[in-house]
């Protein structure tokens, strides 16, 4: 339930249908958020709502769509690490740099597409996307929709350009400056890193 993701990835898991076919527990859920709580209080109630509501038979129910904080959860190398006699069980922080640029590079595209991107928890970003995707496809400002408590409880937030674009490139040249120990991937994978920006990750 305290999955963070961008409100891009937002509008891929509402595109799948059992998310659609979900959405009444969706907004059920997200009417039960507490109010005005404290931060501690907000993910208190959070946690204790029980797992996600896409959750299918102990199975993710969406999960061609799931967003990224689920692919990465419990991942602790890239697949092709595995059969590397030099892999130490743990995910270079050159790979950590890459995976948040490429979320904030897709914000940073919702940006140049006019809209208002934003993140947070997996609950509240998928209901407020579930009543507003359009407007929020057209540029709308869903800031001031988004119930008090929720931003007390630091759940969703909307980070603006500028932000974005600050971090986007800190994290960029961490991955293009830090030199992992294990060092690049196996010469016949990639020839470059920017090969390496190029290979799909999880
Ligand atoms: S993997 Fe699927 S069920 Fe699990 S938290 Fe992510 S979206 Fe929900």
């Excluded at 891009?8 to 969706?26: C, I, K, T």
């Excluded at 109010?35 to 208190?44: G, K």
């Excluded at 797992?51 to 969406?62: I, K, S």
Aim: proline share 8%.
């Amino acid at each position: 339930m305290t999955v963070l993701m961008s409100s891009a990835e937002g509008l891929d898991l509402l595109a799948h249908p059992v998310a659609q076919a979900r959405l009444d527990a969706l907004r059920a859920r997200a009417a039960d958020l507490p109010h005005e709580p404290s931060p501690r209080q907000a993910l208190d109630a959070l946690l204790d709502q029980g797992p996600c509501v896409f959750l299918e038979n102990h199975r993710c129910g969406v999960h061609a769509a799931r967003p990224d904080g689920c692919r990465a959860a419990y991942v602790w190398h890239e697949p092709w690490f595995c059969g590397r006699p030099d892999y130490d069980q743990c995910v270079p922080a050159e790979l950590n740099a890459l995976r948040v640029a490429r979320v904030y590079e897709r914000m940073l595209a919702e940006v140049e597409a006019g809209r208002k991107p934003f993140w947070g928890f997996i609950l509240p970003v998928t209901a407020l996307l579930a009543e507003h995707a359009e407007a929020y496809r057209g540029g709308a400002d869903l800031e001031p929709l988004v119930q008090p408590h929720w931003l007390q409880g630091e759940l969703v937030e909307f980070p603006d350009a500028a932000r974005l674009r600050r971090e986007q490139a800190e994290h960029r040249r961490i991955f293009q400056d830090e030199r992992s120990p294990l060092g690049s991937p196996r010469a016949d994978d990639v020839a470059s890193r920017d090969d390496l920006a190029a290979i799909p990750l999880y």
